[in-house]
């Protein structure tokens, strides 16, 4: 067994040692101390999927107060894409902390922000002319472009689709399918807002991205109207949802839609965005060019930032005081962010990516040959996903889902689950993560197949 260190002399980031280590059972000790206090202090609502009290993290590694080494492969649900305390990120922060912290973007502007908004006017699809403006999250994002996109048509309707996600603000509550955890009794939601059928090849008796885009359309045109709408909002993946890879040519039919009626085409990259997917955004790998696009997560390293970019014309309808807010862009995150996509594009991350993604898919079709319980493999890059059903129904199976989960916890390993029906187990582990260590995280999880 390695010695531990002193928790509280910890320092995170890639110098942390790379290894799945347990010293106690999870939880141990010192962690079930912090659960007790959280239980105590902290509202039940804000629930925790490992009980666990973290010092220290980087690369592929959580280390926690009882010096257990667990191995990250949830990147804080897709955000630490660059690793935890990146050096990078950790040294503009440092800086941009020692010149100043706060003045509102809005009251007293600096370069930061601008800068940021020049690198996701160039990074974003598209080679029109764009514009951005920064938010805190994913869901302030989502509201705002939402905002734009009403502001830009002079319309009011929105649509999204089944098994969405955007967010736990009330509009994207609204604009999100779940009913529980999201929505029960948190209502009345907002107004105008409806939803349409997802392409969902494992579910949906194997439509052509056509077939479902031609059932979506015809849904949107019967039940609201182009008159009447002025955005569809769609993740171009889904996340919460169930990593749904939609069929090709789904995505790039709504599109051309939209563009025929003059609803503007929201691509929510909250969790697909930033390298993640195997390219800067998912909708590359579709071809397709977003009027808007909304970016959150992988953007800042950890930091909050979230962004909406889109076209000049689209984005400059809004009047002057209508888009900001007081942390919007905080020239901390700013820094975060300018220093996150240099590592992106430094250290190869949209190749590592890839090939993270082909280490996942190829693993994880190996076992699903072995085990029909495992119904479906998919996803992109480092967003893969499992579906968990009866192999007999092909009946989602979130009991069997959430022993894996617990399996995988109790043995060192952060693995998240997702889906509507509770029955997928979702990748998305730190881009900065090693071989060795997937691959030991991916064995755990194999394990835990078999035991349950
Ligand atoms: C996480 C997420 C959001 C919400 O982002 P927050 O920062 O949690 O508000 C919105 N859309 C998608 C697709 C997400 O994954």
């Known amino acids: 067994m390695t010695l531990v260190d002193t928790p509280a002399t910890l320092t995170g980031g890639p ?22 206090r959280k239980a105590a202090a902290v509202a039940a609502g804000v629930g925790h999927t490992l009980p666990i009290s ?43 902390l020692n010149s100043f912290t706060h003045t509102c973007f809005t009251v007293s502007p600096y370069e930061g922000y601008v800068a940021v908004a020049e690198k996701l006017n160039e990074l974003t699809p598209g080679d029109h002319v764009k514009r951005t403006a920064l938010f805190n999250s994913g869901a302030e994002a989502v509201e705002n472009a ?8 002079k319309k009011q309707a929105v649509v999204a689709f089944d098994h969405a996600y955007h967010g736990r603000t009330n509009l994207t509550m609204g604009l999100t399918a779940k009913n529980i955890p999201y929505k029960s009794g948190f209502g009345p939601f907002a107004s105008e807002v409806y939803r349409a059928p997802l392409s969902y090849p494992f579910r949906d008796g194997g439509l052509s991205g056509a077939e479902a885009a031609a059932k979506a359309i015809s849904v949107i045109e019967k039940q609201v109207g182009a008159e009447n709408l002025a955005a569809i909002i769609i993740e ?51 071809g397709i060019v977003p009027d808007v696009i909304v970016t959150a997560k992988g953007i800042a390293g950890g930091l909050p930032l979230s962004a909406v970019t889109g076209r000049a014309e689209i984005m400059d309808s809004a009047m ?16 975060a962010a300018l220093a996150t996509i240099e590592t992106y594009e430094q250290d190869g991350l949209i190749e590592r990516a890839r090939e993270i993604g082909s280490v996942l898919i190829g693993r994880l ?9 495992i119904g479906d493999v998919r996803g992109r890059g480092a967003m893969v996903a499992i579906e968990l059903v009866d192999p007999a129904t092909g009946a989602p199976d979130a009991a069997l889902t959430n022993a894996v989960a617990k399996y995988a916890h109790a043995n060192g390993v952060v693995l ?37």
Request: charge should be negative; hydrophobic fraction near 45%; glycine fraction near 12%.
């Open 15 to 36: 110098s942390l040692a790379q290894e799945r280590r347990l010293v106690t059972a999870i939880p141990g000790p010192r962690s079930q101390e912090l659960m007790a």
């Open 54 to 96: 973290v010092v220290a993290a980087g690369g592929g590694v959580i280390v926690d107060a009882d010096g257990n080494s667990l191995i990250d492969l949830g990147s804080g649900i897709a955000v630490t894409g660059v690793g935890n305390s990146a050096p990078r990120v950790v040294e503009a922060v440092t800086a941009q």
């Open 146 to 153: 939402v905002k734009i996109a009403r502001h830009f048509t």
């Open 236 to 286: 171009p993946i889904q996340g919460e949802g169930g990593f749904i890879v939609p069929a090709q040519g789904f995505l790039s039919a709504l599109v051309e839609w939209a563009r025929e009626n003059d609803v503007v085409f929201i691509a929510d990259e909250v969790q697909t965005g930033f390298a993640r997917t195997g390219a800067w955004f998912a909708s590359e790998h579709e």
């Open 320 to 335: 002057a005081g209508g888009l900001g807010g007081t942390y919007a862009g905080s020239p901390i995150a700013c820094a």
């Open 365 to 373: 079709n190996a076992l699903r040959t072995a085990d029909p319980r």
């Open 416 to 452: 998240l689950t997702c889906g509507t029906y509770g029955n997928v187990i979702r990748f998305l582990p730190p881009l900065a993560i090693s071989d060795e260590l997937l691959i030991d995280g991916l064995s755990v999880v194999a394990e835990g197949l078999k035991n349950a």
